[in-house]
């Protein structure tokens, strides 16, 4: 399983733990969290993310609400993200293992 702070996401399983309670995501949700964990440490530009997870040209416009989505249900404070970290004007990354 991959473990941050108090992010744990068990691939295996696919079940999402934050702070020791089991969170839920739609399927379109958990996918992109699936790709940020096995990419963790790197940065993920906006197209490559919109081709893993919506398979092609979508408007990155989506890609904001569902990063904002992610960032509500794993953040302690999702406007001081420690999880999910923006590289302005490229993409995204999640912060590696402790």
Do not use: C, M, N
């Amino acid at each position: 399983a991959f473990r941050s702070g108090d992010l744990v996401v068990d691939l295996v399983r696919r079940t999402v733990t934050v702070r020791g309670a089991e969170v839920r995501f739609s399927r379109r949700e958990y996918d992109l969290l699936r790709l940020l964990v096995a990419h963790a440490g790197k940065v993920l530009t906006h197209k490559q993310i919109l081709h893993e997870v919506w398979g092609g040209d979508t408007d990155v416009q989506y890609l904001r609400i569902y990063i904002r989505a992610l960032r509500q249900k794993i953040e302690a404070d999702p406007e001081q993200p420690a999880h999910i970290l923006t590289e302005t004007g490229v993409g995204y990354r999640l912060r590696a293992t402790d």
